[in-house]
């Protein structure tokens, strides 16, 4: 009898960082670790940390009762470009969580997110799908991210911010508190620099950097 697979979709160094977690909730659910792989389109070795790593095509041709993937890619753009994939083939999107993320009350989160370990989510914030919240990042009250959102390690998202699809919040970034009615808004496919201190809204396809953070001119 066939069983279901799981698999995380890129062996590169989040990937490997996200595998544990994912063998952790296989574990949880008495699955056997064989049923986890990796997917990369151009893998780097048959084996990584004790775990296969297979082609796309490879892992659709494998038996199985079900198929689930995490996407573990910090691109948003080919985040989206995968999770068409997996919508095309039928295969369904995989959460996968840490086991001491904190998550208070009234949060709603779509399908397909990554929370990492020491992740916490507070109150009355709705996120969209394939959200990655990197260790040690927070969500505060009140607010909206997007679709395909990736935070770093350490991002510090305070109370009503607005954060609208494929955004990048970089590590250990700080984005200032908005308020009741005004909040703070990074915009579609902007990026906030490692370390930046957002004060004020970030336009949308602008990169910010610095103390506080200003758009970063070439």
Known sequence: MNKPIYAIYGASGFGREVLPVGRDLLAQAGLA??????????????????????TWQAFLKEPASGRFVSLAIANGGIRERLALRLRDHGVTPWEIRAGNVVQLDDVAMEEGAILCAFVTLTSNIRIGRHFHANIYSYVAHDCVIGDFVTFAPGVKCNGNIVIEDHAYIGTGAVLRQGKPGQPLRIGRGAVV?????????VAAGTTVVGNPARPLFK
């Open 33 to 54: 670790l064989d049923q986890l792989v990796f997917i990369d389109d151009a893998p780097p070795a048959s084996r990584l940390n004790g775990h296969r790593v297979l």
């Open 193 to 201: 620099g490692m370390g930046a201190v957002v004060t004020k809204d």
